[in-house]
């Protein structure tokens, strides 16, 4: 399984501890592969992403902030996004989207 990761809206504290915890839980649980999109759902519309892996997530916990940037958009971009989540999906290969703020 392939699953994209995001963190959206204002930055606050824990954003880089779900980030670990979600890449962990995939990775060392299931095997399953994770990609982080950049400042958001900015980086789900732009197609920029990385991947995350154990190395990626290591030390992250005492890092304020997230890994990944976060951005806010204006309400059309936020529905384009919305309204396009499932092209978008199969597009970068994602089974899964978390979206995290």
């Known amino acids: 399984m392939r699953i994209g ?3 959206a809206g204002g930055d606050c504290p824990g954003l880089n501890a779900v980030i670990r915890s979600v890449v ?5 649980g299931h095997g399953d592969e994770v990609i982080g999109f950049e400042d ?3 980086g789900l519309l ?3 992403f990385r991947p995350l892996d154990l190395n990626a997530v290591s ?3 005492a890092r304020g ?3 990944l940037g976060s951005a806010r ?4 971009r936020l529905r384009e996004a919305a309204e396009n989540c499932e092209e978008l999906s ?3 290969g994602i089974d899964a989207l978390i979206p995290i703020g």
Not at 24 to 28: D, M, P, S, T, Y
């Open 40 to 42: 958001g759902f900015k």
């Open 90 to 92: 199969r597009r970068y």
């Open 46 to 48: 732009d197609g920029h």
């Open 24 to 28: 962990h839980r995939a990775v060392v």
């Open 73 to 76: 958009l204006e309400r059309d």
């Open 65 to 67: 902030g997230t890994i």
């Open 5 to 7: 990761i995001l963190t």
């Open 59 to 61: 030390g992250i916990l």
